[in-house]
C-alpha cells in the first residue's frame, strides 16, 4: 500500500494540512492509498498548528467507523489519515530557551564568538524560541538541524516503504518554513546509513510547494516580525533554492499572491490563528496534483494560476482543470453540512431515517456529535476563505436559505423537472429516501448515513 508523507512545516504548512483535510473529506480524490502528515513546528503551542491536528484527529475519528469495501459507494472520507506519533508532529528538542543558550555562546572562545557576531545579531542571540524564530531562518537553520537525529524522524525512515512518496509544504517568507524545507530536503536525500531504509529515503519521489507571501502582517512596534522584510527574504531564498533545493525535487511548485490582506501581529503560541485563505486550499490541492501523477526521474516546476484575475474567486474564476477537481466535492458537502445542521432533526419520521435506522439515539451518539464539530470547522474554513483577500466564495454560505440549490454562484439551477414548484430541501429528502434503497443494510449504522447522503448530494449535483 502507497503511502504519501506530508510534511507540513510552520503556521502555512499546518494551515495546507488543514485545507487538504477538507478536501479529502468533501471526497476529492488522492491516488496514494494513506496520507501521512508530519508537522514541524518549534512552537508547541502554536494555534493554527493545534486547530490543525484537531481537524486531522476528527476526520481519523470519523472515517474510523467507516467501512470503504469494493461495494462502498461513498467518497466522503474515503482516503486514510494516518498519524507517525501522537499529535502528528516532530518534536524540536531544546527549543523552548534563548537562542544563545541552544549554540551554547558562553563556551564559546573569543574567535568563535566574533564569528557569531558576523552570523547573528543581539537581538537574534537573545531571542526566545519558545514561539519560533519570529520570522528568522538563520536562527532556523541552525536549531531544525537536529530533528534528523529525533526519535520521530527514526520513526519516519523506518515506516518508509517501495512505492512511497514524500511531500513538504512551507512559506518562503518566514522562519520556521524557510529554514526547515531544504534541512528538511537535505536530510531526505543525503540519509543516515544508521536511518532504516535510507537507501529508500535518498531515492524517493519528493514534491515540494513553496508559499511566496500572500498576507501581511499589522505594525506593532513590540514585535520582531515586520511584513516589509517578506520579499527581500522571498528573493534571497528564492536564489538559494534555485541552486540548492529545485535539483533535489522531483516535482517542484510554487504560488503566492499578489493582494495581501493584514494579519494581527502575534509572534505564535496560542494566539497564531490565522484564518484560511485560498492560496491554502491551492497548494493543497498541489499535493493532490503531485499525489495523483505518475513521477519519473524528470525534473519539473509547476504554478498555479486562476482564469479569473478577480478579488473574489467563484467556481467559475477558476481553470476548467481545478474547477472539475473541486466543484463537485465541495458542494456536495456544503449540501451535507446544510442538511445536518438545518433538516435533519426534523426529518426523522421521513423514509429514509426508518430505511437506515436514524432516530435521535443515533443524532446523540459519538460518531454524529463528531461528524457535526466537523462540519462546523469546514463552515467556519469556507466563511475565513470567503472574507480573506484575495477571497475565495464560491458558495452564498447562507444557512438559513431554503434555496440552498441556487447558492452555489455563477451556476443557474436547471428548470422543470422535480424541481418545479417544489423546495429545494423537500427534493434532498425525496432524493435521500431513493438513495437509501441502495444502500447497503448489512454494513453499520455510520456508514449507511454517510454512503446515503453522498448518494443524494451526487444525484443533486448532477441534477442541478
Known sequence: ????????????????????????????????????????????ANGDVSRSTDVLRKYQAIRKELNFDN?????????????????????????????????EYSTLDKKNKALISLLFSEKNLNADMEVGFKGNPNMGSVVLNQFNQSEDFASFASSFSQGDKIF??????????????????KNIRSADVALDNFALLREAPIGAISVLPYFGVKKDQESDIEKSTFVSK????????????????????????????????NEGST?????AHFIELASALAVLNFANSNIGDERVVKEFGIENDTNNITFNDLNEGTKGTVFKPLTQYYLFHLYLKKQLKNNLD??????????????????YVKLRSFNDEYWAWLNQMSANERGFSPFTLEENNSNILDSVKGIQLKNGGFFQGRSNYERFTENLSKTSRAVNKASGIENRFIENFYLATEKLVKEK
Do not use: W
Open 1 to 44: 500500500m502507497s503511502k504519501l508523507y506530508i510534511f507540513g512545516i510552520g503556521g502555512t504548512g499546518a494551515r495546507v494540512l488543514k485545507s487538504l483535510t477538507f478536501l479529502l473529506a468533501s471526497g476529492v480524490g488522492c491516488n496514494s492509498d494513506t496520507i501521512v502528515p508530519i508537522l514541524i513546528d518549534p512552537d508547541a
Open 71 to 103: 461495494e462502498a459507494k461513498n467518497e466522503f472520507f474515503k482516503t486514510p489519515i494516518e498519524s507517525l506519533t501522537p499529535n502528528f508532529n516532530i518534536r524540536i528538542q531544546n527549543s523552548n530557551k534563548k537562542f544563545k543558550e541552544f549554540i
Open 168 to 185: 513538504i509544504v512551507s512559506s518562503i517568507f518566514g522562519g520556521t518554513g524557510a529554514s526547515g524545507f531544504p534541512l528538511l530536503l
Open 234 to 265: 522571498t528573493k534571497a531564498a528564492l536564489r538559494y533554492y534555485q541552486h540548492g533545493v529545485n535539483n533535489d525535487v522531483n516535482a517542484m511548485y510554487y504560488i503566492g499572491d499578489s493582494l495581501h490582506k493584514d494579519y494581527e501581529n
Open 271 to 275: 494566539l497564531q490563528k490565522n484564518d
Open 350 to 367: 421521513m423514509n429514509f431515517a426508518s430505511t437506515l435506522g436514524i432516530n435521535s439515539s443515533f443524532l446523540s451518539g459519538d460518531f
